[in-house]
């Protein structure tokens, strides 16, 4: 049995009089993809930096590696890569001389640093842009270099602050690619905190949900739905009448209905079971149905269930426009696009369209 | 060929470990080296505006000065050009700007050793102070400055320079690493004109009128400019029938730079040690 990649005891940080990480306690197993999973201001990029070695811990202890972050940082430095928040990278080098510098810190040699520069390029893709400055790079391109430089010397364990905040779709899946092949061509253990929830869905073998300094959950993304209970259908109505609650409400199976302007949501043990039902009930109490949607919970549900509150306004995959200079730019209303549908975040819901 | 091919594909198991001091030193040098042309923004008026204002001080007051007093004012400005081209030019905004969008963290993360983070960027300013220095030589030389002291000469001249700017830069960059503010940075040039001016910049000493002489009297630069001085016209100051060298003004100038260099260097050293602190 490895040692452990991550192991926290009651890690904690305080700023004046505020808790920025209120004792958490992890283990993180070498190979791991773990999911941090939180809002803005929930504790996560403090975390990042404790175990970083960026920032001491108030209180409790950090090991990485089997290294203890505050006592022994420069052990700690040589066994992980960090991709920070916000691609951290210097306009006026090409991404080929930030590269060999990054190598050169590592202490690795010439002949190596080049063979090395070529791997990371490769899992990264950024094509000729490689002997351009950085000042003409993408969003998308800046990550894509940022992930590179934290690779270059074949680190053990990856930390990702949010990797993906701020990228369009296409960017954000080619850096999900990216994570994958790592973890599995390379065994590289990957702590990654994300405000998304598919991100976590879609990446993470297991999720810890952070909330004001606290770990509030933690399971993998299976478990932590499972703790939700039910299966959600989501009908997309013209108008929604109280009789139209009223009729769904007496479907043998439905154990929820909560109506919210033109939608419905269904929450049901058996889901599949309840489907035709549920669409007969509309169709008799003579509401027209947009779409009819039965999916499993999503991490979010979870998250409204654990603190009361929704994980982020910007909860649905929709944070394509999601610029990192607003972070609490708030953005569009989960209900208003039935995700779920579009084979995004959910592997195992099933999109019914009447 | 096959095996060629396969060896290249497969990952290459490399182990990082620490560098190396001087491997740091010099791997953060030549980062911020390779930025300086990438910024000709900030290198052509620090080698402009002196040239500039030696030439048109030369042009004003060369006949005043000459009939006046009865020495070269040609010579005696240009250790003023040089000094104004090489004080204040320092990497502390570059240092700043990677503070701020985080790169100053992604080095943090990796195993360099903290002091190179600031060497290496001192080295950079001593390379680019020399070679802003030796341009203004060229000028001075084109106008028919002379140096009494030779070639030698002109080398003491813009090395003795050039470490003056590099002791300099620890005002700069303790500023930035203190404050990591571009802004406080950019103000820590107002430095500048009370050390490059309360001094013998335009007129020999003894024609410093009261206070101006007094705080004259304490400014370093005042022995700089008397030991840059004495490698043109010999003597010092005032030309004369003096030795080519002057040990002892060489020697002031020398320990000028160096309690100028003991404090400012310490207070950047100071300012370094608190931004790695893992506060």
């Given at each position: 049995m490895p040692e452990p990649a991550i192991v926290t005891e009651d890690i904690a940080r305080r700023f004046g009089d505020f808790w920025a990480v209120a004792g958490v306690d992890l283990e993180i197993a070498a190979g791991e993809i773990y999911g941090f999973l939180g809002p803005n201001g929930a504790g996560k990029s403090t975390l990042v930096r404790m175990l970083c070695t960026l920032m001491r811990p108030t209180r409790g202890r950090g090991l990485v590696a089997g290294h203890d972050v505050a006592r022994?940082?420069?052990?700690?430095?040589?066994?992980?890569?960090?991709?920070?928040?916000?691609?951290?990278?210097d306009d006026r080098q090409t991404g080929r001389e930030l590269l060999d510098l990054q190598g050169r810190l590592y202490g690795l040699r010439r002949a190596d640093r080049s063979v090395r520069v070529d791997q990371v390029l490769r899992l990264v893709d950024i094509g000729s842009a490689i002997d351009r400055q950085i000042k003409t790079y993408s969003g998308g391109m800046k990550r894509r270099l940022d992930l590179a430089a934290a690779l270059i010397h074949d680190p053990d364990i990856l930390f990702l602050d949010e990797p993906t905040t701020g990228l369009d779709p296409e960017s954000r899946a080619a850096v999900w690619d990216e994570v994958r092949s790592l973890n599995e061509q390379h065994g590289t253990s990957i702590f990654l905190t994300t405000q998304y929830l598919e991100e976590a869905d879609e990446l993470a073998d297991r999720v810890g949900i952070i909330s004001r300094g606290r770990l509030v959950a933690e399971g993998t993304p299976a478990q932590l739905k499972r703790r939700v209970g039910t299966d959600v259908i989501v009908a997309r109505v013209e108008s929604l009448t109280d009789t139209t609650l009223k009729t769904l409400r007496s479907v043998p199976g439905v154990d929820e209905v909560v109506g919210a302007y033109n939608e419905v949501t269904v929450h049901a043990a058996n889901g599949a079971a309840?489907?035709?039902?549920?669409?007969?009930?509309?169709?008799?109490?003579?509401t027209s149905v947009v779409s009819l949607t039965l999916r499993t919970p999503t991490l979010d549900d979870v998250f409204l269930q654990l603190t009361g509150s929704h994980l982020q306004d910007g909860a649905s995959s929709d944070h394509t426009e999601h610029s990192s200079e607003h972070p609490d730019q708030p953005r569009q209303p989960e209900v208003e696009t039935p995700r779920a549908t579009e084979g995004g975040p959910d592997n195992s819901s099933e999109g019914v369209r009447t | 060929m096959v095996s060629t091919t396969s060896a290249t594909t497969t990952a290459l198991r490399v182990q990082a470990r620490p560098a190396g001091f001087f491997v740091d030193v010099a791997s953060v040098a030549r980062r911020a080296i390779r930025q300086i042309p990438r910024e000709p923004e900030a290198v052509i008026p620090a080698l402009i505006v002196p040239i500039f204002f030696y030439v048109l001080n030369i042009g004003a007051l060369s006949k005043i000065t000459h009939q006046a007093a009865g020495f070269s004012f040609k010579s005696f400005e240009l250790p003023v050009a040089v000094v104004f081209a090489v004080t204040g030019v320092s990497r502390a905004s570059a240092l700043v700007t990677d503070i701020q969008n985080g790169y100053f963290d992604r080095l943090m993360i990796t195993p360099v050793r903290r002091l190179p983070l600031l060497l290496g960027l001192?080295?950079?300013?001593?390379?680019?102070?020399?070679?802003?220095?030796?341009?203004?030589?060229?000028?001075?030389?084109?106008?028919?400055?002379r140096f009494h002291a030779g070639l030698l000469g002109i080398i003491v001249f813009v090395v003795l320079s050039g470490i003056w700017g590099l002791v300099f830069t620890g005002l700069p960059?303790?500023?930035?690493?203190?404050?990591?503010?571009?802004?406080?940075?950019?103000?820590?040039?107002?430095?500048?004109?009370?050390?490059?001016?309360?001094?013998?910049?335009f007129v020999p000493k003894p024609y410093l009128q009261g206070w101006l002489g007094t705080v004259a009297n304490y400014n370093p630069m005042t022995y700089i400019l008397q030991g840059l001085r004495s490698l043109i016209v010999g003597g010092g100051g005032i030309p004369g029938p003096t030795p080519s060298?002057?040990?002892?003004?060489?020697?002031?100038?020398?320990l000028a730079i160096a309690a100028f260099g003991t404090i400012s260097l310490s207070l950047a050293l100071l300012a370094l040690r608190g931004r790695v602190r893992r506060s």
């Open positions: 022994e940082p420069e052990l700690v430095r040589l066994r992980i890569g960090v991709a920070l928040q916000d691609a951290a990278l309840v489907m035709s039902p549920v669409a007969l009930a509309l169709h008799d109490a003579g | 001192m080295t950079a300013d001593l390379t680019l102070v020399m070679a802003l220095a030796v341009p203004v030589v060229l000028v001075g030389l084109a106008l028919g400055v960059y303790a500023i930035a690493l203190k404050t990591g503010n571009p802004g406080a940075v950019n103000a820590s040039f107002i430095l500048f004109f009370p050390i490059t001016f309360l001094s013998t910049t060298w002057n040990p002892a003004f060489l020697g002031q100038a020398v």
